[in-house]
């Protein structure tokens, strides 16, 4: 079968890729260099592989590649701004929100896109919205208050 | 990593393409929209398909409409679009709710109502739900369309009446009587629901006006409708109601046991989230 041509925006760059309709979207970004986005379980219950297609957050790891056609995908590598963080990215470094760090990128692009629909969070919603991102170390306390610092440092403070 | 085996995706831009599509492939092709199930299925290796017929650039079967006292939603709207949808939370906010918390955002992000429908895997929320409200779809084959139940079409585990030429393309939903309380209340302990319990009842001066509608899901095979009819009328606060709802509600299931659980504290629970089920409406109609 020949392979499909896609043409997307990845992190704000137009780029065009060859991919088989079977590969995943995971395969796609990280083959293209972009390590940030990790795989764990595999089955759409950790979120360790979350990347945002067109702002929306989605398992990399259970989605084709081919469904980025036309679309923009954001990945953690996405964040920063050359050297200087992301908010949530600092936010993350000062409540220590992460041990090993395996989550952290597919944490902070979940929480990303929650900033993006929603500024001013409560707890509550963020602890919702973040439930299907898990995190082996930290306990969540410290995740939930990296969201929420950065919510605040963004200007989307209560 | 668990890649995929090779596979065609075949884009079907109207019902008929997609319909002819199934008539070409058969066995060997599923219907794709949000993947959430399906690639599951695949990467797994418990389902192997050599095609996908992917339903997302069918326009007309796209989004929520409201005419008269139903409202439709088409077969490709995602789970996150109806925890959104205006229309949707003002016509049915109890719906909306259980939408808002069906598995993860990821996985609402991307997965469809109709092909949680369509997959029946039996850990499911919408399906009980939507039998109580009467919720039918619409099923389009080369011989035409035709409509059936929510409650006929999930017919076993993985199970349903969905013929090998047809595409299920929209879910009607009757909206309630004014008067009604709607609630769906759920335990969860994993990725999906252990139990889920649907009640719609109207309530007046403590009564139930008829009967209440109850349907336990989640649990058993195929979502189960609770026998109320001895509860018409009944006081819904009094303590023999709750023993009768709650005694009929574990009557009605057979429950699967798995890792959420054995079959009597499924049984159990039950008995608990019916009651839950009972307080949110009358709380509601307070």
Redesign the interface.
């Known amino acids: 079968?020949p392979a499909r041509e896609i043409r997307f925006r990845l992190n704000g760059s137009e780029r065009r890729a060859e991919v088989?309709?079977?590969?995943?979207l995971?395969?796609l970004v990280r083959g293209l260099g972009l390590a940030g986005t990790k795989?764990s379980c595999?089955?759409?219950?950790c979120?360790a592989c979350?990347v945002l297609?067109d702002g929306?957050?989605?398992?990399s790891?259970?989605?084709?590649a081919?469904e980025a056609d036309g679309r923009a995908i954001e990945t953690i590598e996405g964040l920063a701004d050359g050297t200087a963080l992301h908010p949530l990215q600092q936010a993350f470094i000062d409540k220590f929100a992460f041990q090993c760090g395996y989550c952290t990128p597919g944490m902070i692009v979940?929480a990303k896109?929650l900033l993006d629909e929603l500024p001013r969070p409560d707890r509550a919603t963020v602890r919702r919205?973040m439930?299907?991102?898990i995190c082996r170390c930290t306990g969540y306390e410290t995740i939930v208050d990296a969201v929420v610092a950065a919510s605040e440092r963004m200007g989307g403070a209560k | 990593m668990g890649t995929l085996r090779r596979f065609e995706v075949h884009r079907a831009t109207s019902v008929d393409e997609a319909v002819e599509l199934r008539r070409r492939y058969g066995d060997d092709a599923a219907v794709y929209a949000g993947g959430t199930e399906l690639l599951l299925a695949m990467k797994l290796g418990v389902a192997r398909y050599a095609h996908l017929i992917d339903v997302k650039p069918i326009a007309a079967i796209s989004g929520v409409t409201r005419t008269d006292g139903i409202v439709r939603v088409g077969a490709t709207t995602t789970h996150w679009e109806l925890e959104r949808d205006p229309l949707l939370r003002r016509a049915l906010p109890a719906f909306a709710r259980m939408e808002a918390n069906v598995a993860n955002v990821r996985v609402r992000a991307a997965g469809t109502l109709a092909g949680n429908l369509a997959f029946a895997e039996p850990h499911a929320d919408p399906p009980a739900l939507l039998v109580a409200l009467g919720a039918r779809v619409t099923l389009q084959g080369s011989n035409g369309a035709r409509m059936v139940a929510v409650a006929d079409l999930i017919t076993g585990v993985y199970e349903t009446a969905i013929g090998p030429d047809e595409i299920l393309t929209h879910i009607e939903i009757p909206v309630p009587p004014e008067d009604a309380r709607v609630a769906y209340v759920k335990f969860q302990i994993l990725e999906r629901p252990s139990v889920g319990v649907a009640a719609i009842a109207t309530l007046r001066e403590g009564r139930f006006v008829g009967a209440p509608t109850l349907v336990v899901g989640a649990v058993d095979e195929v979502p189960r409708r609770v026998a109320t009819p001895r509860l018409a009328g009944a006081s819904a606060r009094a303590a023999e109601t709750r023993d009768a709802i709650a005694e009929a509600a574990r009557a009605a299931v057979e429950p699967i046991p798995d890792l959420a659980g054995g079959v009597e504290y499924k049984r159990h629970l039950v008995g608990v989230f019916t009651l839950r089920a009972l307080d949110e409406l009358v709380a509601e109609a307070a």
């Open positions: 079968m088989e309709d079977q590969v995943l995971l395969e795989l595999d089955m759409q219950v979120g979350t297609l929306r957050p989605v398992s790891c259970t989605t084709l081919i979940a896109a919205w439930d299907g991102n």
